[in-house]
């Protein structure tokens, strides 16, 4: 998707460039509304997956069925996290809900309106960084602020505040190729939460950073996260990785994808030395046993 998005040494607006910085604004159809039950109260969904399916239809070859039936629902500011075996359609649902790939069955609301296409309230970060070579890491970051028409010496400031808020202050005037994989994908998150996206959308953002500096930019994640809170949904593997990071964990099913369960997550992810804690791995355990009865039937071991 990322040649899709950037070619050549131009800067191309497709439906959006390569920070999933949008630029489309279509009228909207009327708003519905939705909401779930928490505890005594009902709180209306921010976003709601209702019976979504996908099917891809290649040129050649047969049909696959990413997704079937699947359902849930997210509320204003919480942290989720998705999580199944490879192929189970994890990357297609978090695309369809920005907008990169049409609804063909069932509905996805944001705010109560259908997705019909990608909208700034919803930004991205993918996993290969995706940031543009010949711009500096302040560059990049102003790149979505100067597309939105935003003055000079006001984007200027956003920038910076950005740039700071990731801890890339003093390498403002750096070119990605002289980053390493942690600065950079922190230079892709600024750029995104620069154009202040409702909806946070995250697939696989540190699959391909060594184990250290993974763990230190999960904890960096969260730490901004805090200063500015937005949904975030964040496709990932890792089982640890989604129960550090996730208010709530969803677990997909092998293919074709479906919610097979909903994990909430409910402890202190800040006291030190919490990935010993029983209470984590209690989790991670009861997690790791619902995922890997799927990658075991996604690798075709045991029967559906």
Not at 57 to 67: I, M, S, T, Y
Not at 99 to 107: A, Y
């Amino acid at each position: 998707m990322i040649d899709y998005l950037i070619k050549g040494n131009k800067e191309s607006i497709l439906p959006c460039d390569a920070a999933g910085v949008v630029f489309l604004f279509e009228e909207q159809p009327k708003k519905e509304t939705a909401a779930r039950q928490v505890g005594e109260v009902f709180v209306e969904a921010q976003i709601v997956v209702d019976g979504l399916g996908h099917v891809f239809k290649p040129p050649r070859g047969r049909e696959v069925v990413a997704l079937n039936g699947v359902t849930l629902d997210i509320q204003h500011r919480e942290f989720v996290a998705i999580l199944g075996p490879s192929g189970c359609g994890k990357s297609t649902l978090l695309y369809m809900l920005g907008g990169f790939i049409p609804v063909e069955q069932g509905r996805i609301l944001v705010e109560g309106q259908p997705v019909v296409g990608p909208g700034p309230d919803r930004g991205i970060v993918f996993q290969h960084f995706a940031l543009f070579p010949w711009r500096t890491v302040r560059q990049n970051v102003l790149y979505g602020l100067e597309r939105a028409g935003m003055g000079r010496a006001e984007r200027e400031e956003c920038a910076q505040n950005f740039i700071n808020l990731v801890g890339l202050e003093g390498f403002e005037d750096s070119y990605p190729s002289q980053l390493s994989g942690g600065m950079k994908q922190r230079a892709a998150i600024a750029r995104t939460l620069a154009i202040n996206p409702n909806i946070l959308l995250m697939d696989e953002p540190f699959g391909a950073l060594d184990a250290q500096t993974r763990s230190l930019m999960q904890s960096e994640l969260l730490r901004i996260w805090e200063r500015s809170p937005k949904t975030v949904i964040f496709v990932t593997h890792d089982v640890q990785e989604a129960v550090y990071l996730a208010n709530r964990v969803i677990v997909m099913s092998a293919r074709p994808g479906r919610v097979k369960a909903i994990v909430n997550i409910d402890f202190d992810k800040t006291q030190r030395g919490v990935f010993k804690d029983k209470r984590f791995v209690d989790k991670v355990d009861e997690i790791w046993g619902l995922v890997r009865t799927e990658a075991i039937l996604a690798q075709g071991i045991l029967p559906q």
